[in-house]
C-alpha cells in the first residue's frame, strides 16, 4: 500500500538555524514527491518536486530536499530559517499506479522563534 | 504561470441553502481538478476528482448528491454544497493538474464556508 507519513507534527527552531521537515513514503512504484507550504487561511503553494530526475532538488525560499530511495525519505531542509518560514508544510506523493491522485502526509507545522 | 483562482474566498450562508464554489485554471488547461476539504488543523483529504467533459469521481463517504461536481471546460470546475448544514463549514480546496505536465498539481488559495 502506498503511504506517505511526516515524523513531526511540530517543529520549532530559532530564527537563523537550519530546518529540517522529515517525510518517509512507502510505494511499490516509483513516486513523484512534492513539498506544499500553506500560510493560515491561504491556499498550498508548491516549493519543489522530485520527479526521478536529480535526486537533490532546489525549492523556493531557499528551501530543498534530497531524495533518498534506500531511506524511502524526502526530507525538506533550509539552512537558515527566517520568520516568514512559519507555516504548514505537507509531503505529498503521487504515484502513476494511482491515476493522478495524490497523498498528502498529516502536516508538520513549521514555528520560528525570534 | 500555473496559476489557479477560487471564488468566492468566503461564503457565509443560512442552513438549508446552497452554495457554489469555482475553481478556474487561469493560464493553462486541466483535463483533470481536485476538489479537497480541509479542517482546522489537519491535512487536506480529497473528496472528488473532477473530469472535464464526463462525471466527477467521488471518494469513498462523500455524497454526491450533497456535493455536486461540473466541470464545463478545460478551464473552469464548480463544486455546489447543496442544502449545507453546518457540519458542511469547512475550507475547500481545488487544485488542478496542467495536462500538458507530469503529476503537478497546482492548488486554488480556498473557500471558507460556514453555515450558520
Known amino acids: 500500500a502506498q503511504s506517505v507519513t511526516q515524523l513531526d507534527s511540530h517543529v520549532s527552531v530559532s530564527e537563523g538555524t537550519p530546518v529540517l521537515l522529515r517525510c518517509n513514503y512507502s510505494?511499490?512504484?516509483?513516486?513523484?514527491l512534492f513539498w506544499y507550504v500553506q500560510h493560515p487561511n491561504k491556499g498550498l503553494q508548491l516549493l519543489l518536486k522530485y520527479t526521478s530526475a536529480a535526486t537533490l532538488v532546489k525549492g523556493i525560499n531557499g528551501f530543498e530536499a534530497e531524495f533518498k530511495k534506500s531511506e524511502t525519505s524526502f526530507h525538506l531542509t533550509k539552512p537558515s530559517a527566517h520568520m516568514s518560514d512559519a507555516a504548514e508544510y505537507f509531503c505529498?506523493?503521487?504515484?502513476?499506479?494511482?491515476?493522478?491522485?495524490?497523498?498528502f502526509g498529516s502536516g508538520t507545522r513549521l514555528s520560528i522563534r525570534p | 504561470g500555473a496559476v489557479v483562482s477560487q471564488h468566492p474566498s468566503r461564503v457565509i450562508c443560512k442552513s438549508g441553502t446552497s452554495v457554489k464554489i469555482e475553481c478556474r485554471s487561469l493560464?493553462?488547461?486541466?483535463?483533470?481538478m481536485f476538489w479537497y476539504r480541509q479542517f482546522p488543523k489537519q491535512s487536506l483529504m480529497l473528496m472528488a476528482t473532477?473530469?472535464?467533459?464526463?462525471?466527477?469521481?467521488?471518494e469513498q463517504g462523500v455524497e454526491k448528491d450533497k456535493f455536486l461536481i461540473n466541470h464545463a471546460s478545460l478551464t473552469l470546475s464548480t463544486l455546489t454544497v447543496t442544502s449545507a448544514h453546518p457540519e458542511d463549514s469547512s475550507f475547500y480546496i481545488c487544485?488542478?493538474?496542467?495536462?500538458?505536465?507530469?503529476?503537478?498539481?497546482?492548488f486554488g488559495p480556498g473557500t471558507r464556508l460556514t453555515v450558520l
Open positions: 487544485s488542478a493538474r496542467d495536462s500538458g505536465g507530469l503529476d503537478t498539481q497546482y
Open positions: 473532477s473530469n472535464e467533459g464526463s462525471k466527477a469521481t467521488y
Open positions: 493560464d493553462f488547461q486541466a483535463t483533470t
Open positions: 505529498v506523493v503521487s504515484f502513476y499506479s494511482s491515476a493522478s491522485k495524490i497523498i
Open positions: 510505494s511499490s512504484y516509483s513516486p513523484s
